[in-house]
């Protein structure tokens, strides 16, 4: 099928949204693709011109290529192109996109996840078992990757910007995949990214203090109140009934199908009799009401990792899916740079996506309940320009938890290495030692080579990704997985 939307028609959905202040055609009305890149441009092209920085040599460029009608907040003096001026650039990308991919995501079964930690290995769980019902694979964009059927590709955002996001569930249902899951961040709906989008199927994980500062949310309740905004978009809902907050989070469930899961009999679905398996674990999961009962296994660490299992199950079993289906989903669940872990020459090297507050503090609680009396060795760091309450979150109960310290880069972006350190290092107690090591790779080589026999060494936050964030680009880097690897000599 061929996409196109009329002028008139853009026109008209940025009147009905009013953001629309004032527009002009000139020649074709006809528009056959959009864009917000002026690298990815065709002929006919309506073109949003959108980021705090943006120039107009960029919508030049633009026209250059093919753009024939472009969006903005700014009206440039450029002749013969039509425009639409809104006050609202964000909205009118997502309105638009939402129209010009024939609202697609109607044609999927969605199950949009959100939380402070846990998204991306609650999707891949979830997704496992979906593949394994239906025999194929299913669609996923999150964290680590987006497959649609028609792409399957690293991702940089962990909800793609409005177009791209519309773009592929377009994908998604040309390539006659029912299941979509994704993950659904806080940001996502303070920027819009998913504006007008309803999802069959949403799951709320847990709520902690994250991303407060200038460039992402104000406050607690900012944050909090777009992770909200995911339960009332959605129509079957799964929730942790362990969560905090969870009174305000189920009174914005009202009217909804909502089903609880978590460690207490009070929940809908609940785990218990957790075994510690060589990998993995296995645990119980029973449903009294419905006098259900089966046991589970997943070969992931991380005892926080039978909570992620258990919301997935959950949300497979108010879909429908069978048991065994769920058991084999399960079992094949690994997620780069999610509790993979590594053991060799008589010490074990752990590398966890751990960021924030929370995941601090699940990931600790489980590597002393799994690894009793071993001295812990933590390297890491903090982002630059935003989450600065991370910094503080790190230096105590990383601190509290660990022998020794590395502190080193973790996406310094347009702050330097070194005052980030000095930040996390303030809220470190004093009789835990550390160093700064600037060079990430340098400090995880240097830890792991002087790490005594029986050591459990912890690379916080990085995971699987291959860059640093420096100064608005990607750098090139070994990844702390491959890094750990080659240095203990694993293949």
């Not at 690379?459 to 880097?477: R, S």
């Amino acid at each position: 099928m061929n996409l196109e939307i009329k002028f008139s028609k853009v026109f008209e959905i940025l009147k009905k949204e009013g953001i629309l202040l004032e527009s002009k055609q000139v020649g074709a009305s006809t528009i056959n693709y959009i864009s917000s890149d002026s690298r990815d441009v065709k002929e006919n092209t309506l073109f949003f011109c959108k980021g705090k920085n943006y120039k107009q040599e960029y919508l030049v460029q633009a026209i250059e290529k093919g753009v024939n009608i472009y969006i903005s907040e700014v009206k440039y003096d450029i002749p013969n192109v039509s425009y639409l001026i809104v006050d609202n650039i964000r909205r009118a990308m997502a309105s638009i996109a939402l129209e010009f991919y024939n609202h697609s995501f109607d044609k999927l079964e969605t199950i949009g996840i959100t939380g402070t930690k846990g998204k991306t290995t609650v999707t891949y769980f979830l997704r496992n078992i979906l593949d394994e019902y239906v025999g194929s694979k299913t669609a996923v964009i999150s964290t680590v990757e987006t497959y649609t059927g028609v792409r399957e590709e690293e991702s940089h955002l962990t909800t793609p910007e409005p177009i791209d996001l519309q773009k592929f569930f377009y994908e998604t249902a040309s390539s006659n995949i029912k299941y979509l899951t994704m993950e659904v961040t806080s940001q996502a709906y303070k920027t819009d990214r998913v504006y007008g989008v309803h999802y069959n199927n949403g799951m709320f994980l847990n709520i902690s203090e994250d991303h407060i500062s200038d460039v992402e949310h104000p406050s607690f309740e900012d944050y909090f109140n777009c992770k909200l905004q995911l339960l009332k978009n959605c129509d079957n809902l799964v929730i942790n009934a362990d969560t905090d907050q969870f009174s305000t989070i189920m009174n914005a469930c009202k009217n909804k199908k909502v089903t609880l899961y978590g460690s207490k009999s009070n929940a809908d679905y609940y785990y218990l009799n957790i075994v510690k398996e060589e990998p993995g674990f296995s645990f119980d999961i029973k449903n009294d009401k419905l006098g259900y009962s089966n046991n589970f296994k997943i070969t992931m660490q991380g005892r926080f990792n039978i909570e992620n299992a258990a919301a997935a199950i959950t949300m497979a079993k108010t879909l429908g899916v069978d048991d065994e289906s769920i058991k084999k989903g399960l079992i094949k669940t690994e997620v780069k740079g999610r509790m993979n872990v590594f053991n060799a020459n008589g010490i074990t090297v752990i590398v966890d996506y751990a960021h924030n507050k929370l995941s601090f503090t699940k990931l600790y609680e489980s590597i002393k309940l799994d690894y009793p009396g071993r001295r812990v060795v933590s390297l890491g760091g903090g982002p630059g320009g935003k989450a600065y309450n991370r910094r503080k979150d790190f230096g105590i109960i990383v601190g509290n938890n660990s022998d020794y310290i590395y502190l080193t880069a973790e996406d310094p972006q347009f702050e330097t290495i070194a005052d980030i350190c000095r930040d996390i290092s303030t809220y470190i107690k004093d009789d835990t030692k550390y160093e700064v090591i600037e060079d990430r790779a340098e400090a995880i080589e240097k830890a792991i080579k002087n790490a005594q026999s029986g050591d459990v060494i912890v690379l916080l936050a990085k995971g699987e990704e291959d860059y640093q964030k420096v100064k608005g680009n990607f750098i090139p880097y070994e990844s702390d997985i491959l890094i750990a690897k080659r240095m203990l000599g694993i293949k």
